[in-house]
């Protein structure tokens, strides 16, 4: 069965580093990564979709990679800030394109 | 982007006793939804997907008897925990998805359920 595993429970890092956050895929080829911010007690919230035929995508600091051959995706903060801080969720979907299943997440804190 | 509600956003009750959960886009319709649990520190473990006029598909080991979906309209999704349990305690969280034409579409999540039964 599909597996989707983010390598670090927690991440810790100084105001001003890159963050840089991983997600490794088993058993499937997915067509698209999905990366989500999930704040306590909140739901996720959408941040950005990479493809399969593309290997970055940019949206202000935060930058995403695809490694098919790796099966890996790497989610990258620049400039990161306090604000940062929050659990980040990469997601792929399931065979049947309309689900989609979530890694366990990586809580960021970033100190000032 | 669009915007999904839920209600209650937090829930308290006795054990053995039903609760109502809703889901509603806001702005768009949405043919289908999910619904999620989590446990803390956990991610999130989809339980069935809300089809709209049709039955609700479950995913394994969920109990469809005991956490019954209904679809009712292209706006409203209703997940109702039957007999509730303390084991069933957890932070239910609803999803719909940009019904634009691209296959990638993202989905957007209500803001949560937090369901704890005594």
């Known amino acids: 069965s599909q597996k989707i595993e983010q390598n670090s429970e927690a991440l810790n890092i100084q105001e001003g580093k890159t963050a840089t956050l991983t997600c490794n895929y088993t058993?499937?080829?997915?067509?698209?990564l999905q990366w989500y911010r999930q704040d306590p007690g909140r739901g996720p919230v959408f941040l950005l979709l990479i493809r399969e035929n593309e290997k970055e995508k940019r949206k202000e600091r935060l930058k995403v990679t695809f490694d098919t051959t790796l099966k890996q995706s790497l989610f990258h903060i620049t400039a990161s800030q306090p604000a940062d801080s929050a659990t980040y969720l990469c997601?792929?979907?399931?065979?049947?394109?309309?689900?989609?299943?979530f890694g366990s997440g990586t809580r960021l804190s970033i100190r000032p | 982007g669009a915007v999904v509600s839920q209600h209650p956003s937090w829930v308290i009750c006795k054990s053995g006793t039903s609760v109502k959960i809703e889901c509603r886009s806001l702005d768009f319709q949405a043919t289908t939804m999910f619904w999620y649990r989590q446990f803390p520190k956990q991610s999130l473990m989809l339980m069935a997907t809300s089809n709209e006029g049709s039955k609700a598909t479950y995913e394994q080991g969920v109990e469809k008897d005991k956490f019954l979906i209904n679809h009712a309209s292209l706006t409203l999704s209703t997940l109702t925990v039957t007999s509730a349990h303390p084991e069933d305690s957890s932070f239910y969280i609803c999803?719909?998805?940009?019904?634009?034409?691209?296959?990638?579409?993202?989905?957007?999540f209500g803001p949560g359920t937090r369901l704890t039964v005594l």
């Open positions: 999803s719909a998805r940009d019904p634009g034409p691209s296959s990638y579409n993202e989905q957007f």
């Open positions: 058993n499937y080829s997915p067509a698209y």
């Open positions: 997601a792929h979907p399931y065979s049947s394109a309309s689900k989609i299943i």
